[in-house]
């Protein structure tokens, strides 16, 4: 009794501190907010959340069930389905979902201060992001670890299995251009970076001779080899950068680095899993845990100030970075972090195989992209911590701000940033490279905000090592996430290209290997393209793109997850996915309509194209302009159909979850549940006898 | 307490794969010679990249 009255005084105390802090960074408007306030807020908001909600949850909705054999103690074959310790699973999980998302989405959304940012990491993931990887884990687990789309198919019907399987290789071409892009504007004309990051591709394939050949298995010899060489690297890149003969040869436009990177990616695609993939995911793993674990212990030992306002004046739509108003966009710059519906293909399919109890579930659901959200607020806190002005110079596109580093500051200091341009040439100095300036796309301003944290953490000297070793360990992760989804692109390719020649769909026949692999680089290679020779930065297009096609799938998730719930007679709960849902459908359905029908030329696709097709007629436009202006004008008219086709798919599956839901409570017949049956658990019996 | 975090380290990056698959092996199928370590890790690291592994 004495212990549940001190439990409840010490919750209690965390749900005061909790709003205080939350309070405390959403009303403050003074010059600035110490950064341990977010971390506060933070951790109180998902503790409360995790132990409360999520409880809940497993109690009352899910009806989590430990005593039932969940499909890894049933099926364990010793190798995909093997029951497993739950702290190993929570940490193959977390590998899994954790990607360059979370850092780059809050980088951006943070041109509209911190505050709209930080309250949607928050709210979006413990009501919505977590609550759609726990759901999904469980019914997957439920089902033998089927996948989404299979799930779509058999709970709602051949539309939506359709639906789940389109938009998962639309989302995945449109995600691997702008990661392609973000490395691109992070190597432009920096030997240094190009140099650490090329060096990352041999570093792998040795690794990957050794685990194969020279010790088979060996996973961590051979990661910890492959650490300290790329650690090397990025001293290595140093030396380069100040070495006449060899500097030249890592110093590109952003043209060439996109065709090599394209190049890169095909490579990899075709090239067995062993010699490069597979050793640069260990290396990626590694690095990212290591790097987001550094950062937390810097923040908190140094406790930086937030220099960037709460709300800048670009929550009216005339941001630099992108264009569009605060309310829907800030929704959807930020997917990852706070709701990313691609972590429902990581939650059905492979973790739910390595359950060894279903009571796992919410910690491993839930608490996972609860520790991702909070990777979201490290982001936002890094990107923050510059002054403002300098965030702006380094995210803002040449075509918005200038090509001048004059032109550039001017303008920026007078939207009330004040940045100089020998405050750029110093920092640029000091990070080891010629200029910072526009480099959209949020690597690089995170990775100076990274290396003024860990620089101000463990010693200024290095400054310029941070900063590239910051670079180093975006970009490693970035081409493994690159690797890795052209792979699958070409996976799904070549499974539907099989229902029309068995040849084409087999896995091991080169010709189809090159012609479907091929494809998916083709298609992503494309917008990567676009995206650089775009004036614009080709961010403001890509990254809006994704973040419709990333809530698209979690819509898509949701709508199974809430059809399930309907079925086995849980209505009462439905809100629990329907609320989030809802949701993502009005802040998916508002951005997309501003994208089309938008009059503002930096929202709407079809107003840019007409104004850059009259500009071009009347030759206002410069000739290096003009002779991409056809391009892009096609782009543009392309990327408003693909956001039609987005939205279109979206309430295709809607309606359909709903269709479904009616005629079951109609008591109509609809296809039926697909969870398999219940068979006691024998690993837990002996506990359960006691 | 350094042995078993040592072993957890190991099971969480799959160093000991190979133990386990010959641990499962020999209870599951004593009859079958199994694979050697090289071939092992080959299919292994094929089957585990044939679906959706990374996120973004």
Known sequence: MQGTILSRIGWLLVAVLGAAAVGGVALNRGESINALWFIAAAVCVYALAYRFYSAWIAAKVLMLDETRATPAERLDNGRDFVPTNKWVVFGHHFAAIAGPGPLIGPTLAAQFGYLPGTLWILTGAVLGGCVQDMTILFFSTRRNGRSLGQMARDELGPVGGMAALVGTLMIMVILIAVLGLVVVNAMKHSPWATSTVAATIPIAVLVGLYMRNIRPGRVLEGSLLGLALLLLAVAGGGWIDHNETLRPLFDHEGLTLAWLVIGYGFLAAILPVWLLLAPRDYLSTFMKLGTILLLAIAIVVLRPEIRMPALTPFIDGSGPIFGGTLFPFVFITIACGAVSGFHALISSGTTPKLLANERDIRMIGYGGMVLESFVAIMAMIAATVLDPGVFFAINSPAGVVGKEAAEAVAKISSWGFPVTVEQMETLARQMGETTLFARTGGAPSLAVGMASIFGSAFGQGWLSIWYHFAIMFEAVFILTTLDAGTRVGRFMLQDFLGNFSPRLGRTSWYPSVLLTSGMVVAAWGYFLYIGVIDPQGGVNILWPLFGISNQMLAAIALSVATGILVKSGRLKYAWVTGVPLAWLAIITTTASWEKIMSADVRVGFFAAADSMAAKLASGALPPEKAAVAPQLIFNLHLDAWLTLFFVAVLWLIIFDMLRVCTRHLQGKRVAALSESPHEPSRLVEDWVRD | ?56
């Open chain 2, 1 to 56: 307490m350094a042995n078993r975090l040592w072993r957890f380290i190991r099971r969480l990056s799959g160093d000991d794969a190979y133990e386990r698959y010959i641990a499962h092996h020999a209870a599951a199928h004593p009859e079958e010679s199994p694979l050697s370590r090289k071939a092992f890790f080959k299919q292994e690291l094929e089957r585990k990249w044939a679906g959706v592994r990374r996120c973004c």
